[in-house]
């Protein structure tokens, strides 16, 4: 390895860790916010099955493909599986073909968003507007007129048939 190599293995590796440190200080500035309802994490881990909580409260992604409610098609709400707010109508659903439940647009007053700094790229997380619990993220390749796909975790929702 030559010094320049060296200098420019350093430098990246350097603005990778900023851009990580960003990223972790911005997540921190949002987890701040407060919501209608708060739990201690004893009692969230109490309410929800450990794969609901890891969706939830930790942000984490189901297996694609997973989800029982990726083949669900009759009509109802789909509710928050964290405070049961009812946040999205299957007349928004539809198959995206990726492997999670996907809407077109959630029930007004729903949801709130924020970036996610996560990755390399920013995206936008959607969550539950009342207790903050973590649904997925919102993407620009969805069907018109909107052209928004809400790819959202299975695991963070609760079906209620019409």
Known sequence: MNRRTLLFSTASLAALGAIGGAGYLLRARDEATTFEITR??????????????????????????????????????????????????????????????SFTRSLA?????????RVLQTLTEVHCRRCG????????DGPPPLGKRHCINGLALEFRAA
Not at 109 to 117: C, L, Q, V
């Open 40 to 101: 201690s994490d004893k009692d969230w881990r109490a309410r929800l099955t450990p794969n609901q909580y890891a969706v939830l409260r930790q942000a984490g992604t189901e297996q694609q493909g997973s989800s029982p409610l990726l083949n669900e098609t009759r009509e109802g709400r789909y509710h928050c599986a964290g405070c049961d707010l009812a946040v999205y109508s299957s007349k928004h659903k539809y198959d995206s073909q990726t492997g999670w439940p």
């Open 109 to 117: 007053n729903a949801i709130g968003t924020k970036p996610d700094y």
């Open 133 to 140: 619990g973590h649904f997925g993220h919102i993407f620009d």
